[in-house]
């Protein structure tokens, strides 16, 4: 009996530890709550910045038009389905390659795609085609690698055809195009020759083409890339003679003008940056630089998920704003190219489910800093950072910007751990929510868990008093493995297109109100207040 009486106790005890694991509210708790949870601060009251609309904004890499047939994957029904849900944003065309592309018109093709009539539905790519250029697409990237590699690029001349399809499918996805110019053109005395960029201007004008300008991608790369080395002083009279150019044209002459899409600063980075903002910073409408965190030749897993390998792009960043703003102190500053890793991305790694916490944490330091647009390499394009596969399938990163974009408002807020109760695997960043998703007052609060254990934060009464709208992203897998995945879950749903034109529903979960919120391992979250009243977002 007393044997019978004691395991009668273990078992009330055993039931009531599990009771108290789990709220009133129903929401599971992790361990004991007061050792798991960190406390969190939030600032409702008062906006620290106010991002671009198009804050997060992507590029598609001149690699595309290596061969110009590729260009016509951009006719893809899936890939404009896809853009579509991007917009409002900026697409930037350019990398590497634009500084070896030459203007030759050609008017071969009579009818390549342009959006002029109205119509976005007449030029879709057929599938025969589509499968067919997918296929090729395959073999050409890796002819792209050996070139990168070897630091040998060929000069690649493009028509009409390439810019008429960069226009379709800009204006039928809601996007504002950015073309990046040759800047390795240069005459005899090393001075931009600008002859070729006037022919491409005057055909664009004649078609009525509202777009940006950017002039080089990375001069910091010249000598690599081509044996040719112009400082940053010759780049930003360079701009200069193109602003100049522009200023004639009835239709460029208040039109955005964008550079000098330097590097990241790392010794004589930073003296091309400093010279062109002597001599060019007038030209341009805002300071580009480009920011990538690792090697992809060399990096691995554990990098990806480092909070000091992402604490690198606040020291660069402030690197930046700092020469930026001593001479010109009202000057937007955009990070113009950036992803994972440079050198095309990190194999196995850039286009997985793990790259994501480089993404949103990037977007979320960047937007917290002072940036005002970050364009991500790449849409689509030569390497393995895309967002979008080679079935033109859409990955992990891009499930993960689509939410960011629905959820998301501009006006970046202050939050923070309270105390001594900083975690660095957990990270958070707050913004006003998306106002054309929710009503004002609602904020957003982003937060990842970095680390294989699940975690909890716990939140103001003011906020815990409240329903939230949960948005939480994991691999398809569990544990480690699944980092390595290119699919990803929504509240436990895989995410996938519906068909070619159709994306799935992407609904949050609603909580109940509780004084926690729970980040399972290795998780991407979305935690949407939308009874937050916070005066900034008013």
Same mark, same amino acid.
């Given at each position: 009996?007393?044997?019978?009486?004691?395991?009668? !106790?273990?078992?009330?005890?055993?039931?009531?530890?599990?009771?108290?694991?789990?709220?009133?509210?129903?929401?599971?708790?992790?361990?004991?709550?007061?050792?798991?949870?960190?406390?969190?601060? #939030?600032?409702?009251?008062?906006?620290?910045?106010?991002?671009?609309?198009?804050?997060?904004?992507?590029?598609?890499?001149?690699?595309?038009?290596?061969?110009?047939?590729?260009?016509?994957? &951009?006719?893809?029904?899936?890939?404009?389905? #896809?853009?579509?849900?991007?917009?409002?944003?900026?697409?930037?065309?350019?990398?590497?390659?634009?500084?070896?592309?030459?203007?030759?018109?050609?008017?071969?093709?009579?009818?390549?795609?342009?959006?002029?009539?109205?119509?976005?539905?007449?030029?879709?790519?057929?599938?025969?085609?589509?499968?067919?250029?997918?296929?090729?697409?395959?073999?050409?990237?890796?002819?792209?690698?050996?070139?990168?590699?070897?630091?040998?690029?060929?000069?690649?001349?493009?028509?009409?055809?390439?810019?008429?399809?960069?226009?379709?499918?800009?204006?039928?996805?809601?996007?504002?195009?950015?073309?990046?110019?040759?800047?390795?053109?240069?005459?005899?005395?090393?001075?931009?020759?600008?002859?070729?960029?006037?022919?491409?201007?005057?055909?664009?004008?004649?078609?009525?083409?509202?777009?940006?300008?950017?002039?080089?991608?990375?001069?910091?790369?010249?000598?690599?890339?081509?044996?040719?080395?112009?400082?940053?002083?010759? @780049?930003?009279?360079?701009?200069?003679? @193109?602003?100049?150019?522009?200023?004639?044209?009835?239709?460029?002459?208040? +039109?955005?003008?964008?550079?000098?899409?330097?590097?990241?600063?790392?010794?004589?980075?930073?003296?091309?940056?400093?010279?062109?903002?002597?001599?060019? /910073?007038?030209?341009?409408?805002?300071?580009?630089?480009?920011?990538?965190?690792?090697?992809?030749?060399?990096?691995?897993?554990?990098?990806? @998920?480092?909070?000091?390998?992402?604490?690198?792009?606040?020291?660069?960043?402030?690197?930046?704003?700092?020469?930026?703003?001593?001479?010109?102190?009202?000057?937007?500053?955009?990070?113009?190219?950036?992803?994972?890793?440079?050198?095309?991305?990190?194999?196995?790694?850039?286009?997985?489910?793990?790259?994501?916490?480089?993404?949103?944490?990037?977007?979320?330091?960047? +937007?917290?800093?002072?940036?005002?647009? !970050?364009?991500?390499?790449?849409?689509?394009?030569?390497?393995?950072?895309?967002?979008?596969?080679?079935?033109?399938?859409?990955?992990?990163?891009?499930?993960?910007?689509?939410?960011?974009?629905?959820?998301?408002?501009?006006?970046? @807020?202050?939050?923070?751990?309270?105390?001594? /109760?900083?975690?660095?695997?957990?990270?958070?960043? &707050?913004?006003?929510?998306?106002?054309?998703?929710?009503?004002?007052?609602?904020?957003?609060?982003?937060?990842?868990?970095?680390?294989?254990?699940?975690?909890?934060?716990?939140?103001? /009464?003011?906020?815990?008093?409240?329903? !939230?709208?949960?948005?939480?992203?994991?691999?398809?897998?569990?544990?480690?493995?699944?980092?390595?995945?290119?699919?990803?879950? &929504?509240?436990?749903?895989?995410?996938?297109?519906?068909?070619?034109?159709?994306?799935?529903? &992407?609904?949050?979960?609603?909580?109940?109100?509780?004084?926690?919120?729970?980040?399972?391992?290795?998780?991407?979250?979305?935690?949407?207040?939308?009874?937050? /009243? +916070?005066?900034?977002?008013?």
């Amino acid at each position: 009996m007393e044997s019978a009486g004691l395991l009668l !106790v273990l078992v009330l005890v055993l039931v009531l530890v599990l009771w108290n694991q789990t709220t009133g509210s129903g929401v599971q708790l992790i361990g004991d709550p007061d050792r798991n949870s960190s406390a969190v601060e #939030l600032d409702l009251s008062a906006v620290i910045h106010r991002v671009d609309r198009r804050f997060l904004s992507v590029t598609i890499d001149a690699s595309l038009s290596s061969e110009e047939k590729f260009m016509s994957l &951009l006719s893809s029904p899936k890939i404009r389905t #896809l853009a579509k849900a991007l917009s409002p944003c900026f697409l930037r065309f350019g990398g590497t390659r634009q500084d070896f592309m030459v203007f030759s018109p050609q008017r071969s093709h009579q009818d390549s795609g342009s959006s002029e009539d109205g119509s976005c539905d007449q030029m879709e790519l057929p599938s025969w085609l589509e499968d067919k250029l997918k296929k090729d697409w395959t073999q050409q990237q890796l002819i792209l690698i050996r070139e990168d590699l070897q630091r040998k690029y060929r000069r690649v001349k493009f028509t009409e055809y390439t810019v008429d399809l960069l226009n379709s499918f800009s204006n039928c996805s809601g996007m504002d195009l950015i073309f990046g110019l040759n800047a390795l053109l240069r005459t005899a005395d090393n001075i931009w020759n600008s002859s070729n960029a006037a022919s491409l201007l005057k055909y664009c004008e004649s078609r009525r083409y509202r777009m940006s300008w950017e002039l080089g991608n990375e001069p910091n790369s010249f000598q690599k890339k081509a044996g040719i080395r112009v400082d940053g002083y010759q @780049l930003g009279r360079d701009f200069t003679r @193109l602003r100049e150019m522009m200023s004639r044209s009835r239709l460029y002459h208040d +039109a955005g003008l964008f550079g000098p899409d330097v590097g990241q600063p790392r010794d004589h980075r930073a003296d091309v940056l400093e010279g062109f903002l002597q001599t060019g /910073a007038q030209a341009v409408d805002t300071c580009t630089w480009h920011h990538y965190y690792v090697n992809g030749r060399d990096t691995s897993l554990e990098d990806f @998920l480092d909070p000091k390998v992402l604490d690198t792009l606040a020291l660069k960043t402030k690197e930046v704003l700092k020469k930026v703003k001593l001479v010109s102190p009202d000057k937007p500053v955009w990070l113009g190219e950036t992803s994972s890793a440079y050198g095309g991305g990190a194999v196995g790694l850039s286009d997985t489910f793990v790259a994501g916490f480089m993404w949103l944490d990037k977007l979320g330091l960047a +937007a917290r800093l002072g940036l005002d647009v !970050v364009m991500r390499q790449v849409f689509i394009g030569s390497g393995s950072y895309h967002m979008v596969d080679e079935n033109l399938d859409p990955l992990p990163d891009y499930w993960l910007s689509v939410l960011y974009k629905r959820l998301v408002g501009p006006e970046v @807020l202050k939050v923070g751990f309270s105390g001594v /109760a900083q975690r660095k695997r957990v990270r958070l960043y &707050l913004h006003c929510a998306n106002k054309k998703s929710y009503r004002g007052g609602a904020v957003t609060l982003i937060s990842m868990n970095l680390g294989q254990k699940p975690a909890s934060i716990s939140v103001p /009464a003011v906020v815990s008093s409240n329903a !939230v709208e949960a948005f939480v992203l994991q691999s398809d897998q569990p544990g480690e493995e699944g980092l390595y995945s290119r699919c990803v879950k &929504l509240n436990g749903d895989v995410l996938k297109m519906v068909d070619d034109k159709t994306l799935p529903d &992407l609904k949050g979960t609603h909580l109940p109100p509780a004084e926690q919120l729970q980040l399972p391992a290795f998780s991407l979250n979305f935690f949407v207040l939308t009874d937050a /009243a +916070a005066a900034a977002c008013m």
